[in-house]
């Protein structure tokens, strides 16, 4: 029979717990779950957790879990707002310098962005502003990478994703899956991007406004750009200028991914590129580390 110590600084559950991981073949595995299990009960022991708190924890968790679906990921959301996937990215980002820097995923990339042709349009709405975003893909010492893929998605100028209001928007509006040109060049065709609330209606946004915080992201595009014998990158571009650069409510924004969305007189080019004239232009290279 185990006994523990009536005192939780004395006590051996924690080497206990320790012991049970003995026979876990995954190294990896084992060395995760010492961690967690070592930093549980020093936070347990830390903040004199009380029986109350762990239930409201307890229950905040299940609740985060019944909130996801198919088209919502509330625990990345959660993870997102505490810090830990941008942390994750910064441990696991780029070591080459000049290698574009990665940030979050975010909770809304949860449906396939269909194919398009280089300079379509993801505006399948088209009531923003027109802008076009074009840019490279290119390895590390500056090589273009014909044929890499770049992932693109991003919410309506009013700040919602496709799958949050698929009454007002048609399946895969603000998404595409672009093929670079012999030259590593893409473009593709859409509205501005708006600054957004993230979404409050559950459990972490229950969290946010337990802790004073507001919800705000700064306008942004998300990017995921692969090549054959490189390291993917998921990565944003924001838009210079906007609000929340300062304050993003999930800790994302990097000087190096801020770009200028600069307003382009130019009917030639607007014609060329099938947008009405004038429009906004961004421009962004993404840079990706060899594997």
Known sequence: ????????????????ALRSLSGTADPRLRDLLTALIRHLHAFAR???????EWERAIGFLTATGQACTDTRQEFILLSDVLGLSM???????????????????GPFHMTASPARELGATIDLVGDGEPCVVSGRVLSQDGTPLPGATVDVWQ?????FYDVQRPDV?????GRGLFTADPEGRFRFRTCVPSPYPIPTDGPVGELLAATGRHPYRPAHIH??????????????IFVAGGDYLDSDAVF???????????????????QEWGVANPFRHAHVDLVLERS
């Not at 014998?229 to 998921?234: E, I, K, Q």
């Open 87 to 105: 942390l994750v990215e910064e441990i696991n980002g780029h070591q080459v310098p000049g290698a574009t820097e990665s940030t979050v995923l």
């Open 169 to 173: 928007q048609p399946p895969g509006n």
């Open 252 to 270: 994302a924004v990097k000087d190096s991914l801020v770009r200028d969305f600069a307003e382009t007189d130019d009917p030639v080019l607007a």
């Open 223 to 236: 990017f995921i750009a692969s090549a054959a014998g490189h390291a993917p990158v998921t990565t944003h």
């Open 1 to 16: 029979m185990i006994s523990h110590a009536t005192d939780a600084t004395d006590s051996t559950v924690t080497d206990e």
């Open 46 to 52: 830390e903040t004199r957790l009380t029986r109350e």
């Open 155 to 159: 919410a309506d100028r009013h700040g």
